[in-house]
């Protein structure tokens, strides 16, 4: 079988948090194209995972601002510079090739080979919270999953699902009726999720078509070196066994540093050490803006790491281009900027 091709880009920029976002139209600004790439289903990254609904009060000129908000108007913003978006997809090998290129993996395979590399990783690439039980981990993948890949895997069989924010409702939701049994657990009687699938999940326990415990799963019964049920303790402490052939655990995700730590870059204290005139790490051509990185004084705000990606982008741009002239644009007279941003020439 032959190796997929790699992608040929100026920039790879890793993270599609808000300030991986900015990045794009910084150098898009400068006239370079980049791929991004993000782990996460969706761009977005802390904002859209974490806060989505939340207001905003400190971006400039915004007195508010959603923070899903925010993204989509950072999306529209970039949009003219048409980069390649790569999303559930985590970047897991960055490596500095003979010649002075990068080389960069992502776990679902895909290669690019990139002039330089901005690393707008945040706190890190959001994992799932895992089942904290023994033996789950042996069934990773297999009768215990974190998400649904194919959901007619599921059909037909007994289904534990744990949670209590809106994927755990959605999954059992769509499976009653579709599987044999679901079970859902949840560890308190209150939800996270949207009322109406909480309404309907109650509907649909009342007529006896789900089931719902409230409680924490404390084991998994294996028979036969398979999953066969599992042990859900209540608060007072009685447990009911709950007979199962898959666990589905929607417990959210959390943020880990993950293969960013591997990578050869100066770290200080879980961040990356860079200057603060282009935001380079300890590799030149390697820069790191927003959350991830770290210098003296650094404040882990969006509105600093919208400074960052700009002085970066001239960073990038001068270690691609090292003979280039570099100089200050506005976007309000610049007609080269003004093409690119496929907006009228200046009158
Ligand atoms: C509840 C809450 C409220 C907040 N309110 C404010 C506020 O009012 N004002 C403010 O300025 N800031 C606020 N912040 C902080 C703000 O959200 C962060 O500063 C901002 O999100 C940082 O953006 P970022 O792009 O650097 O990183 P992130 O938003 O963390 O995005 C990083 C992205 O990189 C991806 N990633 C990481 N590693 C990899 C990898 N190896 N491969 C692929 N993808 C990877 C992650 O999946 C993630 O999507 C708040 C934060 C929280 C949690």
Same mark, same amino acid.
């Given at each position: 079988?032959?190796?997929?091709?790699?992608?040929?880009?100026?920039?790879?920029?890793?993270?599609?948090?808000?300030?991986?976002?900015?990045?794009?139209?910084?150098?898009?600004?400068?006239?370079?194209?980049?791929?991004?790439?993000?782990?996460?289903?969706?761009?977005?990254?802390?904002?859209?995972?974490?806060?989505?609904?939340?207001?905003?009060?400190?971006?400039?000129?915004?007195?508010?601002?959603?923070?899903?908000?925010?993204?989509?108007?950072?999306?529209?913003?970039?949009?003219?510079?048409?980069?390649?978006?790569?999303?559930?997809?985590?970047?897991?090998? =960055?490596?500095?090739?003979? $010649? /002075?290129?990068? %080389? +960069?993996?992502? #776990?679902?395979?895909?290669?690019?080979? @990139?002039? &330089? !590399?901005?690393?707008?990783?945040?706190?890190?690439?959001?994992?799932?919270?895992?089942?904290?039980?023994?033996?789950?981990?042996?069934?990773?993948?297999?009768?215990?999953?974190?998400?649904?890949?194919?959901?007619?895997?599921?059909?037909?069989?007994? =289904?534990?699902?744990?949670? $209590? /924010?809106?994927? %755990? +409702?959605?999954? #059992?939701?769509?499976?009653?009726?579709? @599987?044999? &049994? !679901?079970?859902?657990?949840?560890?308190?009687?209150?939800?996270?999720?949207?009322?109406?699938?909480?309404?309907?999940?109650?509907?649909?326990?009342?007529?006896?078509?789900?089931?719902?415990?409230?409680?924490?799963?404390?084991?998994?019964?294996?028979?036969?070196?398979?999953?066969? $049920?599992?042990?859900? %303790?209540?608060?007072?402490?009685?447990?009911?066994?709950?007979?199962?052939?898959? !666990?589905?655990?929607?417990?959210?995700?959390?943020?880990?540093?993950?293969?960013?730590?591997?990578?050869?870059?100066?770290?200080?204290?879980?961040?990356?050490?860079?200057?603060?005139?282009?935001?380079?790490?300890?590799?030149?051509?390697?820069?790191?803006?927003?959350?991830?990185?770290?210098?003296?004084?650094?404040?882990?705000?969006?509105?600093?790491?919208?400074?960052?990606?700009?002085?970066?982008?001239?960073?990038?741009?001068?270690?691609?281009?090292?003979?280039?002239?570099?100089?200050?644009?506005?976007?309000?007279?610049?007609?080269?900027?003004?093409?690119?941003?496929?907006?009228?020439?200046?009158?």
């Amino acid at each position: 079988m032959r190796a997929v091709p790699a992608i040929q880009t100026e920039c790879v920029i890793i993270g599609a948090g808000p300030v991986g976002l900015f990045a794009v139209f910084e150098l898009g600004l400068l006239g370079m194209k980049c791929e991004i790439v993000d782990s996460l289903a969706h761009p977005g990254g802390q904002c859209t995972e974490l806060y989505p609904d939340k207001p905003i009060y400190d971006i400039p000129a915004l007195p508010v601002c959603g923070a899903q908000e925010l993204v989509d108007r950072l999306l529209k913003q970039i949009e003219p510079f048409h980069a390649g978006m790569h999303f559930g997809q985590e970047v897991v090998a =960055l490596e500095l090739q003979a $010649g /002075g290129r990068f %080389a +960069l993996e992502t #776990a679902a395979g895909t290669r690019l080979d @990139a002039g &330089s !590399v901005i690393i707008a990783a945040g706190l890190g690439s959001f994992q799932p919270r895992r089942l904290m039980v023994p033996e789950a981990e042996r069934f990773e993948g297999g009768q215990v999953h974190y998400r649904v890949r194919s959901a007619r895997d599921f059909h037909g069989q007994d =289904l534990l699902i744990a949670g $209590g /924010g809106d994927s %755990a +409702l959605d999954w #059992a939701l769509e499976f009653c009726g579709k @599987a044999r &049994s !679901v079970t859902l657990v949840h560890r308190r009687a209150e939800f996270r999720a949207a009322p109406a699938s909480v309404a309907r999940m109650l509907e649909l326990v009342a007529s006896g078509r789900m089931h719902h415990l409230e409680g924490t799963i404390q084991s998994l019964a294996i028979e036969d070196g398979r999953v066969a $049920g599992a042990t859900v %303790a209540a608060r007072d402490k009685s447990t009911s066994v709950v007979r199962c052939q898959q !666990v589905i655990a929607c417990f959210g995700l959390h943020p880990k540093l993950g293969p960013v730590a591997n990578w050869g870059l100066a770290l200080e204290k879980k961040s990356l050490a860079v200057d603060t005139e282009k935001f380079q790490t300890t590799v030149p051509g390697i820069f790191a803006i927003g959350d991830i990185n770290t210098y003296p004084g650094k404040k882990k705000l969006i509105l600093s790491g919208f400074h960052e990606a700009a002085l970066a982008a001239f960073g990038v741009q001068h270690h691609v281009y090292p003979e280039k002239r570099q100089y200050l644009q506005y976007t309000t007279t610049s007609p080269i900027m003004r093409e690119r941003l496929g907006v009228a020439p200046p009158d």
